[in-house]
């Protein structure tokens, strides 16, 4: 496809039209399996010696159109889609580590997230030093021999950190290891992270790039410029791979880590997206452009009457010129900082907790990213996993409110804000 504006690819990108039915919109494939066209042509697509379908918990059409699309949207050589958010998340790290293996990672990030890395992965013998983000030199004196990854949120869950993301991609480059970004609060739309120097970048398309609160969907992007032919910190990649007739995946040059993690990773785990979700999420997804333009537009207008209101100690939204990552959201995020921040409300976890319940218009959810504004206290729900020295390094306070910002009419969100603020600090 020419080198279009991403306005453009989230529309059109993916998709060429369907040759049998020339169907305008992208067709939804709700099959398992695919007719192979003769015993060679089943021996051979197993084999990895030429491309097709399989078995759609390897790949699937409609999931390929999906891919293809967040691919093009980003700037990677390929994708890989998968049930949910989280799933790609876990994927992603089990492709690059295995037991006794490390990984670095911010601190700030989501609390289930945190739970994944700290608690699950460490159950599989795999270790993860979490660090402050905006500390450079953290990042660099926690790497080892057994470093397989560095790991961010672009855009940080639920304080709306910006994570320097050139900076620490430059640490991770010096020694060999890859660097993964998490872009789901900004999407394609509002940064590219690949062209700051993110090898992997990856999506819960549940959020923003589905947008309307009614899928589950992950999307893991690869750059293709991470080298790993050579690279003596993955063995796996540079030595023949037993379950696939001996084939060397860092010969595959630039799809070495997505093929691998389609053949291997997908492959025996299993945690692929549906057709349906993925024919959902590319429905949502031509409209991005605009949602994400109204989400930036109303968070905006939401964080500056907060910042304004008596009954509010802090707001954490790096759009505004008093945040400390104001500078950094210029440059990564121009168009905007997205939908979702923080506030601190006075009077604590009871003012919080009055202040939700008190709402008309805005929901109580544990999602961002959706259509519809929605808030939560992430100390008692989303985060609650964490120790209390792990909220206190992320940020997260008794009275930390988090709000993600729908599309509705400005005023509306405002007045619901604003009444619900009254009635708690009465």
Known sequence: MKKYSIETLAVHAGYETDEATMSVTPPLYETNAYVFKDANHARTLFEL?????????????????????????????????????HAAIFNTIINLCSEGDELVSSINIYGGAINLLGITL????????????????????AVTDKTKLFFTELIGNPNANVADIEEIGKIAHKHGIPFVVDSTFTTPYLCRPIEWGADLVIHSATKFLGGHGSV??????????????????????????????????????????????RALITRDIGACLSASAAHTCLTGMETLALRMQRHCENALAVAKFLEAHPAVETVNYPALPSNKYYELCKKYCPKG??????????????????????????????????????????????????????LVAAGISEGTVRLTIGIEDINDIIADISQALDKATK
């Not at 293709?224 to 050579?230: I, P, S, V």
């Not at 009077?347 to 319940?357: D, L, Q, R, S, T």
């Not at 992430?378 to 985060?383: D, E, G, I, L």
């Open 49 to 85: 010696k030429e491309p097709g379908n399989i078995y759609s918990r390897l790949q699937n059409p409609t999931c390929e159109i999906l891919e293809r699309k967040v691919a093009a949207m980003d700037g990677g050589v390929a994708a890989l889609s998968f049930a949910s958010g």
């Open 122 to 141: 460490k159950r599989m013998g795999i270790t993860v030093k979490f660090v402050d983000p905006d500390d450079l030199s953290a990042w660099e004196n």
């Open 216 to 261: 589950m969907a992950g999307v893991v992007v690869d750059s293709g410029k991470f080298t790993f032919k050579g690279n003596p910190r993955f063995p796996l990649f540079n030595e023949p791979d037993v379950s696939y007739h001996g084939v060397v995946f860092a010969d595959l040059g630039e799809l070495a880590f997505i093929s691998r993690l």
């Open 337 to 390: 900082a997205g939908g979702v921040f923080t506030f601190v409300i006075k009077g604590g976890k009871p003012a919080g907790e009055k202040f939700m319940n008190s709402l008309e218009l805005l929901q109580i959810v544990a999602n961002v990213g959706d259509v519809r504004s929605q808030v939560i206290h992430p100390a008692s729900t989303t985060h609650s996993q964490l120790s209390p020295e792990q």
